[in-house]
């Protein structure tokens, strides 16, 4: 059994506790060691890169490109809405 601490520095913690073979724990413990990370940090990055892939798979293509570069504190869901909105306007029906 493995109990870990998951969560980062701006969030609070919480304990989540892991039944997995012996074998797993004790490859989870080389790799933290070799990686110089806790456990539960990668955990955490595990999580995180698996919810980014899952979102990933819900955004349109044409936006898709622009993230990251953008600088603004509008989330996705607006930039589609803002992008169907224009071609609405431009083309004078709804294509999304």
Known sequence: MIIIYVGDMSMAKTKLTLYVDKEIIKNARKISKLSGKPIS?????????????????????????WIGILNTSKTYEELRDELVAEKIEKYGKDIS
């Open 41 to 65: 940090v990668l955990v955490t990055e595990y999580f995180i890169k698996e919810a980014k892939q899952i979102k990933d798979i819900y955004i349109n293509e044409s936006i898709k490109e």
